[in-house]
């Protein structure tokens, strides 16, 4: 018996089939100018707002990876060296659009309300730093300012606590499961289990051709590494872009000896779940007791 479609639906199928094929393409191809987009909002790779325009203490970095890209940095340190080596610094891993001036507000709840150095990055292809982005080059660039800061000769005494968002949580799961000795926490908000799991919550079209997406961030197998630490996940329950169940699953498979805090904002989306009310309240409680337990 000879096969037969009815030709809309024949045309139905091939349209499905060129429309998959092509966003495969393009997914393989333009993925990481889709997954960094270093120039949103606009102007972000020409403008970054400088600490001192938040009354904010600070240093001007310029730090020269091992592959010889110049990325920029700040340092916000008490000027009070006895002071600075007392209180935690914050390694700050920004989300995947902007640049590290767009979080300044945020560093300075860290430091005034919370006593905290911070060091924040621009990563390679973000604001003023040279380069293009990707999931190496960021690893490259968050080992760079983990080098810097345990070399630095006030800050390198303080406890040091990875804190990163969206994106910034896959480069901060990353970073401390690769050089666990060298934190004492890890604070995580709106983070994925890996890319690849969340195409197809986003562009669900091409879910079936996932697998072509090379820029990985399997924070799923990475959290596995750790093992000690104290973690705060922190989650928005309205999150248009990655599910909430993510954040859930990379809570459920951490196995680690330190306190595991979950802390939920039913109204918080992808970005402003750190606009919320209780969201600093259960950064400042962490802290406090990362800094209670090793005084």
Same mark, same amino acid.
């Given at each position: 018996?000879?096969?037969?479609? !009815?030709? @809309?639906?024949?045309?139905?199928?091939?349209?499905?089939? +060129?429309? *998959?094929?092509?966003?495969?393409?393009?997914?393989?191809?333009?993925?990481?100018?889709?997954?960094?987009?270093? =120039?949103? !909002?606009?102007?972000?790779?020409?403008? $970054? #707002?400088?600490?001192?325009? @938040? =009354?904010?203490?600070?240093?001007?970095?310029?730090?020269?990876?091992?592959?010889? +890209?110049?990325?920029?940095?700040?340092?916000?340190? %008490?000027?009070?060296?006895?002071?600075?080596?007392?209180?935690? /610094?914050?390694?700050?891993?920004?989300?995947?659009?902007? =640049?590290?001036? %767009?979080?300044?507000?945020?560093?300075?709840?860290?430091?005034?309300?919370?006593?905290?150095?911070?060091?924040?990055?621009?990563?390679?292809?973000?604001?003023?730093?040279?380069?293009?982005?990707?999931?190496?080059?960021?690893?490259?660039?968050?080992? /760079?300012?983990?080098?810097?800061?345990?070399?630095?000769? $006030?800050?390198?005494?303080?406890?040091?606590? #990875? @804190?990163?968002?969206?994106?910034?949580?896959? $480069?901060?799961?990353?970073? *401390?499961? &690769? =050089?666990?000795?060298?934190?004492?926490?890890?604070?995580?908000?709106? /983070?994925?289990?890996?890319?690849?799991?969340?195409?197809?919550?986003?562009?669900?079209?091409?879910?079936? +051709?996932?697998?072509?997406?090379?820029?990985?961030?399997?924070?799923?197998?990475?959290?596995?590494?750790?093992?000690?630490? !104290?973690?705060?996940?922190?989650?928005?329950?309205?999150?248009?872009? *990655?599910? !909430?169940?993510?954040?859930?699953?990379?809570?459920?498979?951490?196995?680690?000896?330190?306190? *595991?805090?979950?802390?939920?904002?039913? &109204?918080?989306?992808?970005?402003?779940?750190?606009?919320?009310?209780?969201?600093?309240?259960?950064?400042?409680?962490?802290?406090?007791?990362?800094?209670?337990?090793?005084?």
């Amino acid at each position: 018996m000879t096969s037969y479609l !009815p030709w @809309y639906l024949s045309y139905s199928l091939a349209a499905a089939a +060129v429309a *998959v094929l092509s966003g495969g393409a393009l997914l393989y191809h333009y993925q990481c100018e889709i997954i960094y987009p270093a =120039n949103f !909002p606009e102007g972000s790779r020409k403008h $970054v #707002a400088k600490p001192s325009q @938040y =009354n904010l203490p600070y240093e001007d970095l310029t730090l020269i990876t091992p592959d010889k +890209v110049k990325i920029k940095a700040y340092l916000i340190k %008490h000027p009070d060296d006895s002071i600075a080596r007392r209180r935690p /610094t914050i390694l700050y891993l920004h989300a995947n659009a902007g =640049n590290m001036g %767009h979080r300044l507000s945020i560093a300075e709840v860290f430091y005034k309300q919370f006593g905290c150095n911070i060091f924040m990055l621009s990563y390679r292809g973000y604001g003023l730093s040279e380069g293009s982005p990707s999931e190496k080059g960021l690893k490259i660039d968050a080992k /760079t300012a983990l080098d810097y800061i345990k070399k630095h000769p $006030v800050i390198a005494e303080t406890k040091l606590i #990875a @804190y990163g968002q969206s994106i910034g949580g896959a $480069v901060s799961i990353d970073i *401390v499961a &690769n =050089n666990e000795e060298a934190f004492s926490g890890l604070i995580i908000e709106n /983070t994925f289990l890996s890319l690849r799991k969340v195409i197809p919550h986003v562009l669900p079209m091409i879910a079936r +051709v996932a697998f072509l997406c090379h820029q990985k961030w399997d924070s799923e197998k990475m959290i596995r590494g750790i093992t000690r630490l !104290p973690v705060l996940f922190l989650s928005g329950l309205k999150d248009e872009l *990655v599910p !909430p169940s993510h954040m859930k699953e990379l809570y459920r498979v951490l196995d680690t000896t330190g306190e *595991v805090v979950w802390t939920e904002f039913p &109204n918080g989306t992808h970005n402003d779940t750190c606009l919320k009310d209780g969201y600093f309240e259960a950064i400042k409680k962490f802290l406090n007791g990362i800094t209670a337990k090793q005084e």
